[in-house]
């Protein structure tokens, strides 16, 4: 495995690769890290691909960004075409979880030809309710609740978590982990204010622009109400040739499995280079 430490504009991205072949490049979710999107598994640098991680600005292992408001998708795409440029990689299959699923859209919408394929793990970016008051609200409350209290902090403004009994230990168990993986917590809590008032496009409709290989991976409600599947099933209905995954019901969701999430992208990854 290889590490590297990528500037940009100041920022330094702390970044791992590992495997050859196919380029494909993981994006965590806000306040996760690289290691959240399939959870450890090795199976894609096994089968032949060339994984990369890394972790967003102000996260993990990475700087904050120099200002607190510069955590929008604008940031957050070009931080990626900075990863993509500093690995030499021209193209690649890029698989990202909520934030992540937002950001390689971005990329996708505005610098098609560093795309051979998505995977949109869970997003959650709706237009018609990005600015609701209640919504940013929550955000800034679980902000404030991290800046102020720190991980314990940040799980008493989360609540219990909305989701059936047998799994809100194991959530409020992941969030506490996810949290101590960080540097610089007090970025996280600046990011926590600031994606989720940014915009990685105007309209669903935008997305019918994208002609990749695409496979969008939406949760049911009752596992994770935060991502809702009708956003996963409009983002799919959007993009021309979209693959839609959804969970069996009563079974622990494909979003959480990193052993099932590979073969989705490994999936995507043969069908991109086939179409190239």
């Given at each position: 495995m290889a590490e590297h430490l990528i500037d940009r504009s100041g920022v330094r991205l702390s970044a791992e690769e590992e495997g050859e072949g196919t380029p494909v490049v993981l994006l965590h979710g806000l306040t996760a890290t690289r290691r959240y999107v399939v959870m450890g598994s090795s199976s894609l640098q096994r089968s032949g691909h060339r994984v990369v991680s890394y972790d967003a600005r102000g996260h993990g292992r990475s700087d904050p960004a120099e200002e607190p408001a510069a955590y929008t998708y604008r940031d957050l795409g070009a931080d990626l075409a900075a990863v993509l440029d500093r690995l030499e990689i021209d193209r690649a299959v890029l698989a990202g979880a909520s934030m992540g699923a937002?950001?390689?859209?971005?990329?996708?919408?505005?610098?098609?030809?560093?795309?051979?394929?998505?995977?949109?793990?869970?997003?959650?970016y709706d237009p018609e309710v990005n600015e609701d008051p209640e919504r940013l609200a929550r955000w800034d409350a679980l902000a404030d609740g991290l800046e102020r209290g720190g991980v314990e902090g940040f799980?008493?403004?989360?609540?219990?978590?909305?989701?059936?009994?047998?799994?809100?230990?194991?959530?409020?168990?992941?969030?506490?982990?996810?949290?101590?993986?960080?540097?610089?917590?007090?970025?996280?809590?600046?990011?926590?204010?600031?994606?989720?008032?940014?915009?990685?496009?105007?309209?669903?409709?935008?997305?019918?622009?994208?002609?990749?290989?695409?496979?969008?991976?939406?949760?049911?409600?009752?596992?994770?109400?935060?991502?809702?599947q009708a956003i996963g099933e409009a983002y799919a209905a959007a993009i021309p040739g979209a693959r839609l995954i959804t969970d069996e019901p009563g079974r622990s969701p494909i979003a959480w499995q990193g052993s099932q999430l590979s073969k989705v992208i490994a999936a995507v990854a043969e069908q991109a280079m086939g179409s190239s």
């Open positions: 937002h950001t390689i859209l971005w990329l996708a919408l505005n610098a098609v030809e560093r795309v051979a394929g998505l995977v949109l793990i869970t997003p959650a799980v008493a403004a989360y609540g219990t978590p909305q989701v059936p009994e047998r799994w809100q230990e194991t959530v409020v168990k992941v969030i506490r982990q996810r949290l101590s993986q960080h540097e610089h917590p007090g970025a996280v809590a600046d990011a926590l204010r600031a994606v989720p008032r940014s915009r990685p496009f105007d309209r669903i409709q935008e997305l019918g622009e994208i002609s990749v290989p695409v496979a969008v991976v939406a949760s049911g409600d009752e596992a994770d109400p935060g991502h809702p």
